[in-house]
């Protein structure tokens, strides 16, 4: 009896030992696994151009809104009223513009003087269309009269040139009591002091096929 305990025993420890009772607590993902979990991360391009549709969206948003602000507001006002567009005189762009403008050279001593470009007229064509230049800068001549003055003595001849040359010059003192100009004698480009003592504002006119330009210089004249 006790024989045939020990075989089976025996026998039963045989069938637990060849039995596969081993479990894994982990076990590695496969390939396909691991591709079907993987994060795809967008570029920096892909992102940066979502950010710019963004940002359009958005301003364009704003302008509607501006847009329609306006609209109600012309509409509590009595609505706009039409008018006939006005059409403007074509102009270069500002960067050119004093390209077209003709510059003063005035000489004393021979030394460069300052002056201080006061108005202009001048029809410029451009591309085959002439455009107005037109500019009021300084009307009021007494301004000058605080501007840096030219020493100089009577009787001294100051040069002026226009570059491009001018057609004629013409030269002018502003007469401070009447606010009038009174032309003087200009010869060849060039003026004479005159024998006061005092400081007065010159200007001088450039003449041209294509129109005129006036700048001034202030005279401190001492005797």
Request: glycine share 4%.
């Amino acid at each position: 009896m006790k024989k045939i305990k020990i075989i089976l025993i025996i026998y039963i420890f045989s069938l637990l030992i060849a039995y596969p009772y081993k479990i894994d607590a982990y076990e590695e993902p496969n390939d396909d696994i691991t591709k079907d979990n993987e994060v795809k991360y967008r570029s920096i391009d892909e992102l940066l151009k979502e950010l710019k549709e963004e940002r359009k969206l958005i301003n364009q948003q704003k302008l509607d809104e501006i847009n329609q602000k306006k609209l109600e507001k012309q509409n509590q006002d009595g609505g706009v009223s039409e008018e006939t567009p006005v059409p403007e005189t074509p102009k270069p762009k500002k960067d050119s513009e004093n390209e077209y403008i003709p510059k003063l050279i005035v000489r004393l001593r021979g030394k460069h003087s300052p002056k201080y470009l006061c108005s202009y007229e001048l029809l410029i064509t451009d591309d085959t269309k002439e455009i107005e230049l037109s500019k009021d800068i300084i009307s009021n001549y007494s301004l000058l009269m605080k501007k840096p003055s030219l020493k100089v003595r009577p009787g001294e001849v100051i040069n002026f040139e226009f570059v491009p040359n001018c057609k004629s010059l013409n030269a002018y003192i502003w007469e401070e009591e009447n606010d009038s100009l009174k032309e003087i004698k200009a010869k060849r480009g060039c003026i004479e002091v005159p024998n006061i003592d005092k400081k007065i504002v010159v200007i001088i006119q450039g003449n041209f096929s294509n129109g005129y330009i006036k700048y001034g210089i202030v005279l401190d004249i001492r005797k």
